[in-house]
């Protein structure tokens, strides 16, 4: 299931000089910029996942920083290289249709799931470990459409 691409993420141990790159490097000019609690289900267990977060739109393609700060997080600071700034960590794809339908297929399937999670705005989300294949980690995100104007204000995902 690799439908509905919009997204490329990458981690990193400082968001504020990797957002200060990507704009003096490429040129980005808008970054949505946060810091989030997210309750979270890994298999190490649950609580609130804490990161600042970077969400910048290149033409049809999102591109998410990721700057892990504490909680059941260790899918993202696992990852993070100090002496990478930047470093490919997944993509994600927007879910259609309902939610339970898609993750009973995930379930159905025997896909590994390395964390999901949802979010009080009705945002819900999940990993699918595909590194044995791709080389990297696959995020399946569903939110309310009224929500997808706010996420996708281009409209990119249809």
Known sequence: MLERHYQNAYVTPDIDRAIEVMRQRFG?????????????WTPDGSGASVSKLAFIWVDNLQYELIEPISGPSGLYSDAVDPNQLM???HVAMRVGGE??????????????????GHTPSGLKFCYVD?????GHY??????PDAMWAHLDPGGVTG
């Open 28 to 40: 980005v000019t808008e970054v949505l910029q946060t810091e989030a609690s997210t309750e979270v």
């Open 138 to 143: 696959l995020e399946y995100v569903w939110a």
């Open 87 to 89: 470093k490919f960590h």
């Open 99 to 116: 939610w339970d339908a898609f993750r009973a297929k995930l379930d159905e399937e025997k896909r590994k799931i390395v964390i999901e």
């Open 130 to 134: 595909a590194r044995d294949t791709l």
